[in-house]
């Protein structure tokens, strides 16, 4: 066999040709196994979805007792809200778990200058996820919003050896501060904080108050990783011109990452972000606040009507998945 290959070359490169087709079929169907354990999980872990399947079984076993309809449909009532309440209070239980031991973490990188965490400051676990990103050693970072974040970033990019940071920030005292602790730091160097009043303008037919377009030109044009925490959410679409005046200059493989996720107004700036960027892939992190995480693809998803449909019905009836991983579920 070896001599044969050997002799006729042509026979070689076909036969690579088959096994790395055989391997690209492999994976693909590995793919779709998992996207699909992970649905499943994530229906199972749904609160409603637990809750729905309780009751109706409660249901049908005392009706199955001989109960009348209207008892049954009670038992069933009570005994899915029941179940409904314990897994939600037991999620919300595991949430803050984590939350209190990524504050350990945040604790230990930034050290003397830890400012408050929660509140109108970030949670850990949304800092956690932006140290993973920071993992990838990107070499431009935007950030809207300044504070806890501006200086982890700046030391993580500090210890990566490469990469830079441009903070928005619509309050100019807020600005100064962060600048302050940039320099106390010794990050000011690699992090800028510009500060970019609100100004109202129109994306898309919306007309929102964000960051001064005079402010937000001079900035790069390539960005690895978008952070959005700002400005305020003081209307419907605060956050969601981020994605509007900066998603050009995203490169292929950068990040999005959206906090407050658990806020309507947030969730709906993912799913507009999604529904009208098709190089977008959309995930959900089970943090304190909920957070929004979007990469941007070379090869746009483009699925059946079906698919869409589903994934549409999907996202109404659980739109806030419960974090059953440490890391994303896909939506």
Known sequence: MFEQTRRHPGRRAGSRLIMISAMAANARRRDVGTRARDARAEAWASPTARGLLAGTVGAVVVRGAGAGWREAAGVGLALGGGQRALLAAEQRIMREVRNSADAATLTAWLGELTPPLGTWAIEPDFARLVAAELTRAPDTVVECGSGTTTLLIGRLLR????????????????A??????LRSAGLDEICEVVWAPLAPQTFRGETVRWYDADRVADLPRSIDLLVVDGPPAVERWARWPALEALGGALRPGGTVLLDDGRRADEKRAAFRWRAEHADLELHWHDTVKGSWRLVKTETPARPGAAVAAYQRVRRQLNPRPAGYRRWPVQR
């Open 176 to 181: 100064d501060r962060t600048r302050h602790l």
């Open 159 to 174: 210890s990566n050896g490469r990469g830079r940071l441009i903070s928005l920030e619509h309050d100019q005292s807020f």
